[in-house]
């Protein structure tokens, strides 16, 4: 099984919002990962979380905040976004991250985010 | 930057092979070649990847050639749902594992 879930499918908030973006793995991954997708455009990454430790912050503006409480839990905190942070928020884990392997991410639904 | 070249798009016909071009003439000894699909407004599938050797699994096949400058994936009977955008990624370990996606290849499958 490679699933990775991500709740909830839809949300649209206003710029003075706060909300949160979830995901969830059960394959016993240790690394985590926040991309952000906007129309016609490929994904890019935000957040990498190895370990439950955030190993990586692509200079990800401090509105959105990651939370890693456990080791198949991911959360992204908005609040006070922007009209253009409207994206799809991708969420992905991988068996072990940036530890040395080139192991293989997979890949939720995501989330597809409109702030107005 | 994107260490691949794709061209933007190709068509096949429903049944045909389809084979996907990838340039990555920059690629170390230590990086493998991935690729991923996504569907329109889906999640990024993984399909394969591979180092040095061509690979296959049930969804493709990935030929690399021997100078490792350039790979191809190919789907051998490709049919409507393949309809996707292909994205080929050159990849390291450590440090250096971020998936960094290019433009990728608008795959259009036809009837």
């Known amino acids: 099984d490679t699933e990775v879930t991500q709740t909830p499918k839809h949300l649209v908030m206003g710029m003075t919002n706060k909300k949160s973006l979830k995901c969830e793995q059960h394959?016993?991954?240790?690394?985590m990962y926040w991309y952000k997708q906007k129309a016609k455009k490929p994904p890019e990454l935000m957040f990498v979380y190895s370990y439950e430790k955030l190993s990586i912050n692509e200079s990800v503006p401090s509105r959105f905040s990651p939370e890693c409480p456990n080791s198949s839990l991911l959360n992204l905190h908005l609040h006070a976004l922007q009209p253009e942070d409207s994206a799809l928020y991708l969420c992905?884990?991988?068996?072990?991250?940036?530890?040395?392997?080139?192991?293989?991410?997979?890949f939720g639904p995501g989330t597809r985010l409109t702030v107005l | 930057d994107a260490k691949t070249t794709q061209p933007p798009s190709m068509d096949c016909a429903e049944g045909r092979a389809a084979n996907l071009p990838c340039n990555h003439s920059t690629i170390s000894g230590n990086e493998y070649v991935y690729w991923y699909r996504q569907i329109h407004s889906q999640g990024p599938q993984y399909i394969i990847h591979g180092l040095k050797n061509n690979e296959t699994n049930e969804m493709a096949s990935l030929i690399i050639t021997e100078d490792r400058k350039s790979s191809t994936l190919i789907l051998p009977h490709a049919t409507l749902r393949d309809t996707a955008v292909y994205y080929c990624i050159v990849r390291g370990t450590g440090a250096n594992s971020k998936l960094t996606f290019g433009k990728g290849i608008t795959l259009s499958v036809r009837p």
């Open positions: 394959m016993g991954h240790r690394a």
């Open positions: 992905a884990s991988s068996q072990y991250g940036t530890s040395g392997y080139s192991d293989t991410q997979y």
